[in-house]
């Protein structure tokens, strides 16, 4: 049967397993212990949290599916999926920070990279001694990234890296980046390559941190590379196939920010349900009145069909089957579901929704960039579109 068929042959269960229950248990005790005192500060400081950080590397979470062998934690995707919820449902700050380390560096490296490059970079970076970042979007390389004006130019046993990269997450801290750049520009997206780039190295610079709407703890700027020169060995797959890699790294990031995204809409609707139970108006909990109840059953529908839907992309990613379309579904309608729920609860809290003292409005300020980032919602409609196509085999008239 298809990936989209509701039966399946061998059956179905909604049960996670022993060791994905314990995961989920020990990151929600980690993030009420040592996030949730910490998040309000952040988010009003705009600090990067370095020492919750150390500790997530310390419990395996910036490593989660990496091998064992090469130093990560061995677990499944599902496992990661149900860690980048629990981490944002307390601060979604903490959850792209751990959601780029694994997902868009530490993948690309474990699928793509040599032996002698998982020896010396994806061994620190799935242990959390080095901090990783995601080198893609440029000026004009937004939504169509394979418009990549960052030249990679080769000279003896190296390439030369000029150009500038915006947005980066992590960027601040990170030691290691994972970076795309033209070798080829006549050939367009077939002559992308991909690279491994110390943050060290000379020529390369970072800019000054960025102010954004929300998810204020993580560090986002530009990185610049004025004559970066790096080894041909620190090439990440092969030459002219880093389109590719970007493709399949993005692949697992959707789904990974649509986890993120999910614990958001959790926040959210327990924050509501929480508020309406002990907010009096009229002698009666404001959870009585049908305008309020009607906010939460609609909160609710999206958040569980945002659970399924992510939870569905990366059990088909765990059992190796195709997920693109899957991955953007699930990052389409938790994007835009955590928005709602957190808007919701901002409704539903009334005047003290707007202040600053009451979670729900950082909650919908950190929703919004799930809409955006990892591919915007308008592109996640095309990749479904086409995947649609794709299978029905739909062509031209005649």
Not at 61 to 89: C, K, N
Not at 157 to 170: C, M, P, R
Not at 304 to 318: F, I, M, N, P
Not at 383 to 390: G, T, Y
Request: with cysteine; aromatic share 8%; proline share 4%.
């Amino acid at each position: 049967m298809k990936t989209g068929d509701v039966a399946i042959a061998t059956g179905v269960s909604f049960d996670l397993s022993e060791d994905q229950r314990a995961v989920r248990e020990m990151v929600r005790d980690f993030a009420e212990r040592e996030i949730r005192p910490i998040a309000a500060h952040i988010d009003e400081t705009h600090e990067f949290p370095a020492a919750t950080t150390k500790k997530m590397a310390e419990l395996g979470l910036l490593g989660m599916f990496v091998p064992e062998q090469y130093d990560g934690a061995g677990m499944d995707y599902l496992s990661y999926v149900i860690a980048i919820e629990e981490l944002s449902r307390v601060c979604a700050s903490h959850g792209v920070i751990a959601s780029v380390n694994n997902s868009l560096v530490c993948f690309p490296i474990m699928t793509y990279g040599t032996e002698a490059q998982k020896e010396k970079y994806l061994k620190p970076l799935a242990r959390g001694d080095w901090l990783g970042a995601y080198c893609l979007t440029e000026p004009n390389a937004g939504s169509n990234a394979a418009n990549q004006e960052t030249t990679a130019t080769a000279d003896g046993d190296d390439f030369i890296l000029n150009g500038t990269k915006l947005f980066v997450t992590n960027a601040g801290p990170s030691d290691i980046l994972v970076v795309y750049a033209a070798t080829d520009r006549s050939l367009g997206p077939r002559g992308i390559s991909a690279f491994i780039v110390e943050a060290t190295t000379p020529g390369v610079t970072k800019g000054k941190k960025e102010k954004k709407l929300g998810i204020h703890g993580s560090d986002t700027r530009e990185i610049a590379f004025a004559n970066a020169r790096v080894p041909k060995a620190n090439m990440l797959g092969q030459l002219h196939k880093g389109y590719t890699v970007a493709l399949a790294t993005l692949g697992g990031g959707r789904i990974g920010i649509a986890a993120q995204a999910l614990g958001i809409a959790q926040a959210a609707v327990e924050a509501a349900v929480r508020y309406a139970g002990e907010r009096h108006q009229f002698d009666l909990p404001i959870g009585e009145f049908d305008a309020i109840r009607a906010m939460l059953a609609d909160s609710a529908v999206e958040l569980e069909t945002s659970r399924l839907l992510v939870y569905q992309a990366a059990w088909l990613r765990d059992q190796g089957r195709p997920h693109i379309k899957e991955a953007s579904l699930a990052k389409w309608h938790a994007s835009e579901a955590a928005t709602r729920c957190a808007g919701a609860a901002i409704q539903v809290h009334g005047g003290y929704g707007y202040l600053t003292e009451f979670t729900v409005e950082r909650l919908w300020r950190d929703a919004k960039i799930c809409e955006i980032y990892e591919g915007t919602t308008e592109v996640q409609k095309m990749v479904v579109a086409a995947q649609l196509l794709k299978e029905h085999a739909i062509g031209p008239p005649g």
